[in-house]
């Protein structure tokens, strides 16, 4: 059986599976319905839990020793077994086929973290042998539609009523990021407490403040200041923005940079561009300081860097995430880059 996020909490009320698997690249979907299905298997009695991690040194010979040594008053337990990487291995698949052929139902239940999962993993034996009898989650990408459905759920559940056109304002800043959305969210019931809120007084509690300072570090980046740069992503570190809105403000900048850079290659100007994407003026003039300093190549290579600082951000890439901004901002602002010994940039 498959469900998705939101179907899973009313399935735990009716029975709790042997099994449950859990894939997707939405981690902050795939937290809460891990989280929803402990609380769930508790409830029940599993109230011992183990975990493992599974990593280049994992010991799979831990796995069906994990229900060896159970607390003295418990006689139910909880495997959570997450694999980061999304594949078990040879080794790793063949000790899952054995623990699931031998596992006890009522002894033993299996909760398996795959991450994100290539398309080929979905045709391996192992996968199919483990999802026979397993309940499976998939935490995708919410976009479109979706995405506002889920923003305008997340917010009733506040007891905010947003605007039909709050959720497509908000939807469009946190582009996709559910756990930026979700702090959000939080924020603003944190601030503003229950009741309808208009796009204007959205914008107003939560996101003019910030947007607004964020606006300021980018003009500051394509004007080539990198100490102010630098001061601006102290004060928003320290004022608690979300990473997302800075990431979001930087990846505007470096698209707008890498669509001139293709449409001067056709013969079109700044001033054309600046039309066509509705740019202030003002600002497609600090567009044209950067575009100087930052040649094709190098545009590409950053926006690429945004894409890295998104996996970061929603868990999928190791980093941190503010020193990651911080160089991709300083690098618009004309810091030079040091390639490596791989003739790779830094980031």
Same mark, same amino acid.
């Given at each position: ?199 204007? $007084?959205? %914008? ?6 910030? =947007?607004?300072?964020?606006?300021? /570090?980018? #003009?500051? &980046?394509? !004007? ?62 600090? $567009?044209? %300081? ?6 094709? =190549?190098?545009?590409?290579?950053? /926006?690429? #860097?945004? &894409?890295? !600082? ?38």
């Amino acid at each position: 059986m498959e469900l998705t996020p939101e179907q899973l909490p009313k399935a735990l009320t009716k029975t709790l599976a042997a099994v449950y698997v859990l894939h997707g690249d939405e981690p902050l979907q795939q937290q809460e319905a891990c989280d929803a299905i402990r609380v769930a298997a508790q409830a029940k009695g599993f109230s011992n839990r183990r975990l493992l991690v599974v990593d280049a040194q994992f010991d799979w010979s831990q796995l069906p020793m994990a229900t060896e040594t159970l607390d003295i008053f418990a006689s139910q337990t909880l495997i959570d077994l997450r694999i980061p990487g999304g594949k078990p291995g040879v080794e790793g698949a063949k000790t899952l086929t054995a623990f699931l052929k031998q596992q006890d139902p009522v002894r033993e239940l299996l909760l398996v973290t795959l991450g994100k999962l290539e398309r080929d993993a979905f045709k391996s034996r192992w996968y199919k042998q483990l999802t026979e009898r397993a309940v499976v989650v998939n935490a995708k990408t919410l976009t479109g539609k979706a995405l506002r459905e889920w923003l305008n759920e997340r917010a009733r559940r506040r007891g905010l009523m947003l605007s039909t056109e709050g959720v497509r304002w908000l939807a469009e800043v946190c582009e996709g990021n559910l756990l930026a959305a979700a702090q959000e969210i939080d924020t603003l019931h944190a601030v503003h407490g229950s009741g309808n809120m208009s796009l204007a $007084l959205l %914008q107003q509690e939560v996101a003019d403040h910030a =947007r607004y300072t964020i606006f300021q /570090l980018t #003009d500051q &980046a394509l !004007a080539g200041n990198r100490a102010g740069v630098a001061r601006i992503l102290t004060v928003l570190r320290q004022e608690g923005v979300a990473e997302a809105l800075v990431l979001w403000a930087l990846t505007r900048e470096l698209r707008w940079l890498n669509r001139y850079h293709a449409a001067r290659q056709q013969g079109c100007g700044m001033q054309e561009l600046a039309r066509q994407e509705r740019i202030p003026s003002i600002h497609a003039r600090l $567009l044209e %300081q950067a575009i100087r300093r930052v040649p094709t =190549r190098q545009a590409a290579r950053m /926006l690429a #860097d945004c &894409a890295h !600082a998104d996996r970061v951000l929603k868990g999928l890439a190791c980093g941190d995430i503010w020193e990651t901004l911080r160089h991709i901002a300083e690098r618009l602002a004309g810091l030079e880059i040091h390639p490596t010994q791989n003739n790779e940039s830094v980031l």
